[in-house]
């Protein structure tokens, strides 16, 4: 037998033991049970915990994306109500300080097919409602994006619910200018529970 007869045996022999392997891991692949894949996690009850009347400090940029380091400071109280038996809720905001009054009003929804909440905020001095920040929790904190236009120019909004206790919680709003890549915070507010409207 020549070299290469000899070498074309082994080969198919090796072919001949790989197609049996490939063979059996088909089997074994085929018998083994699938591996469930995680249920996209369900939010629809993520701001129960906020339900009832809150104390609420404030502190505010006034000119946000133009260098200021001015801030205004507010204080007042915070109502959520639940809509809908959870999937939306209604924040009604009254806050005051030296620098005027603050009435706002939220509508949070959520959208049981993105599993993500929108927050539609509305200020007494305008009357309309703002682009919607959207976004979920996870792992006990919120974060919500928006794009926004200010002076013109259009912005980012990133929105951060963290800090849950069942009493306290801290809300904060950041501004950017540049696609993203740097973020300037313009609004700090701290909620203690005072009633439980539950």
Request: aromatic fraction near 10%; glycine fraction near 10%; include cysteine.
């Amino acid at each position: 037998m020549s070299i290469a007869a000899d070498h074309a045996g082994h080969q198919h022999h090796r072919m001949n033991t790989l197609g049996s392997l490939l063979l059996l891991c088909g089997v074994i692949a085929a018998s083994a049970p699938e591996t469930p894949v995680a249920e996209p996690r369900d939010g629809q009850h993520d701001f129960d915990f906020e339900i009832g009347s809150w104390k609420t400090r404030l502190r505010r940029r006034l000119h946000p994306l133009t260098g200021s380091t001015a801030w205004a400071e507010y204080a007042g109280t915070t109502v959520v109500r639940k809509v809908w038996n959870g999937r939306a809720n209604l924040v009604e905001l009254e806050v005051e300080g030296p620098a005027g009054r603050i009435q706002g009003l939220s509508l949070r929804l959520y959208n049981p097919e993105s599993r993500q909440w929108s927050l539609n905020f509305s200020n007494s001095a305008g009357g309309t409602l703002s682009p919607p920040t959207i976004g979920a929790f996870q792992d006990g904190r919120g974060e919500f994006y928006a794009q926004e236009t200010l002076g013109g120019r259009a912005i980012f909004v990133r929105f951060v619910i963290s800090d849950l206790t069942p009493d306290s919680c801290r809300f904060e709003q950041a501004f950017s200018g540049d696609g993203g890549r740097t973020w300037e915070v313009n609004w700090i507010a701290t909620d203690t529970r005072v009633k439980d409207l539950r």
